[in-house]
């Protein structure tokens, strides 16, 4: 059986900490079940002599979360073991983590990222994450310096998240404001939550919009009003929903790619690289997945010239107009 705590709820945001804590803590790295066994927020529902396979599905689902945040997460293949995936091993290379050489903080700002660093080991480490800290030691994982000197940039929670979290635990339909590209004024929906999905970095709510009539999923940053919660009850869905709608996620996801020339050695070509499914071609452009184009061409059009969109033209003319909207905007 898991332990006592694993019904403990870890947020999202500490897990994906932790994790990048002990695979910068790592020179050789570490295999799937080191991870799974001793890091704060798997560690908690990891069983020793049973099925993690959900377990695992969450790791994969983060390990493409910290690369879409731009971390340089590295898999090693063992040379005497290749094809065996249980026997890979995971790190983040520090060296390609760290902040360039070429930058320097005046000593107000090295006193601000101090002040951020302690708010980290206090406010986000909590005493389990140490112990874990501690444990991952214990198997021979050793680092020359404080592993808490390295802040990844997670992303928060778009203010949506906890009320529709309660809806859930009570089975209650919500209403809320939303907003979609396009669309000058947002659209009050009803909706009877099913599950808050992390798909590719982001969040959303699956649910049946009462509206519509069927099931949809909603960008929780798209949700432009307070959530408000009827007093009207529904019939709890079974998992096989949450299931469902994460593989149709996937398969949008697989479906829909761009082809894009990135400028070599540039921020855009280190992150967009990187990126789950990307395929890097001889001449250097990168076919990249994406699941919303809006989304995508929001995220390309803010690498400015250092990204081409060469395919499809909705994706092109979707960056394009960003750009001239911005240089309307400023002059």
Known sequence: MPPASASA???VEERLFSLVLALLATDTGLTKAEILSTVQGYRQRYTATGSNVSLERQFERDKDDIRELGVPLETIEPPNDTGNNQNLRYRIPRGDYELPADISFSAEETTLLNLAAMVWREGSLSGQSRRAILKLRSLGVTSDEPVLGYAPRLRVREPAFDPLSAALEKKVVVRFGYLKPGEADARVRTVAPIALIQHQGRWMLHGEDKDAGGTRNFLLRRIVMPITTTTTRFTPFGPEATARAMAELDQI???R????????NSDAATRLSKRRGTT???????QLHFSDINLFADELAGYGPEVLVLSPPELREAVRS???RTAADHG
């Open 257 to 264: 790619t761009g082809l894009v020339e990135v400028e070599a």
């Open 9 to 11: 709820r870890i947020p």
């Open 322 to 324: 960003r750009l001239i």
């Open 280 to 286: 890097v071609s001889g001449d250097g452009t990168l």
């Open 253 to 255: 996801w697989d479906e």
